[in-house]
């Protein structure tokens, strides 16, 4: 019987997940990793906080199968949570999830595994692999659901040994296994955006950790000072809340400078955006098959529909991405994932 290592979050899909493959004959085997205590103005548990913990030992211990958890707040604080901070210090939009995917979840479920001689691991993600030469991260098949997206930092060895059984299922079919099946996350609500903080508000926890300097809001066409920014940790790309400035015709922010300390504001036309650069970009195709220029479908934020673009490459980890037609405000830390058809390419940050 082969063993899987099932990341349980304490929610629907990683319960449901753990239940299928047991079902599908693996000797399946919980892990839940704890990252932080209570969310900022907690109102329901968040994943991977001591209560959702708790949570996914009840869901193991209905479910029959064996259930551990590791603390792991400390490597959070250091590789996802501080780095959130920074990166919004600087006037940088981070994504947390992709953060913790990169340097937490996935590289513990893999030393976990090994550790305990698991041949897979599971993750309640909505996302396909296809294997064949190599192996391939594909959307999954709802999508309102696909969260291929916050996947393009696995490598292949990852991929080799992960399982994704919700790829192939959509959000309701879930939620009915799992209420035929009595799980106590059947009826829990959505994971936030952010998982330890509450209703995106970002804001609050960092103004309470590191305020930043007041500064000019300055409008991107005339140059005028419009107002003044409590910091600019305070706003990202896009963003037309909280500016506290009354003007006959909305405003929203296209650009944040950070060596002048000042927030550009303009037309809603100003935020959208042809061409940027992307580095640190991870391939899940092998390099010396990616064609210096190429065409490719491009997301740069989970929410949005990929669109056509032109991807010229710069190096091997860097390349330019132009847009058939400007897209909203893409921010500086966020990631721009590649897409051939439902086939991930590779993505990267946006620099």
């Known amino acids: 019987m082969k063993k899987v290592i099932v990341g349980m979050s304490g929610g629907v ?21 704890i990252l932080y205590e209570t969310r900022l103005r907690n109102t329901f548990p968040g994943c991977c906080s001591i209560e959702s913990v708790n949570d996914a030992a009840k869901t193991a211990e209905m479910a029959g199968v064996r259930h551990t958890s590791v603390d792991l707040r400390d490597e959070f604080m250091s590789r996802v949570i501080e780095p959130f901070i920074e990166a919004y210090s600087k006037g940088i939009t981070p994504n947390p999830c992709i953060l913790c995917n990169k340097y937490i979840k996935f590289p513990y479920l893999l030393k976990i595994a090994d550790d305990r001689g698991a041949d897979f691991i599971a993750t309640g993600h909505y996302a396909r692999v296809i294997r064949n030469r190599t192996s391939a991260l594909m959307k999954g098949l709802d999508p309102k659901k696909d969260q291929s997206y916050v996947l393009y930092v696995l490598g292949q060895e990852v991929l080799g040994r992960l399982r994704l059984p919700l790829g192939e299922k959509r959000k309701d079919e879930v939620r009915e296994i799992a209420r035929e099946l009595h799980l106590p996350a059947a009826n829990r609500p959505e994971s936030q955006e952010i998982c330890f903080i509450e209703d995106k508000k ?8 590191k305020k930043g300097p007041k500064g000019p809001i300055i409008d991107v066409k005339s140059g005028m000072v419009l107002g003044r920014h409590d910091g600019i940790h305070l706003y990202t790309m896009g963003q037309r809340k909280r500016l506290g400035i009354a003007t006959g015709s909305p405003l929203y922010v296209v650009k944040i400078d950070r060596s002048e300390n000042a927030v550009y504001v303009g037309p809603k036309e100003s935020a959208m955006l ?3 650069v992307v580095g640190d970009i991870n391939w899940l195709i092998p390099c010396p098959e ?16 990929d669109e056509p673009a032109n991807i010229a490459l710069i190096s091997e980890t860097s390349t330019k991405v132009t847009y058939d ?4 405000a893409p921010a500086p830390g966020q990631s721009a ?8 390419l590779g993505g990267g940050v946006i620099e």
């Not at 970002?202 to 950790?209: G, K, S, T």
């Not at 479908?297 to 989970?302: D, T």
């Open 274 to 276: 042809r061409e940027f």
């Open 290 to 305: 990616v064609k210096s220029e190429f065409r490719a479908n491009v997301k740069v934020r989970s929410t949005m529909k």
């Open 13 to 33: 899909d990683s319960s449901v997940t753990a239940a299928i493959l047991k079902e599908q004959g693996y000797e399946v085997e919980g892990v839940s990793f």
């Open 202 to 209: 970002y804001f609050r926890l960092i103004d309470n950790l």
């Open 337 to 344: 994932v590649f897409y051939a058809g439902d086939m991930l």
């Open 325 to 328: 037609d400007p897209q909203w």
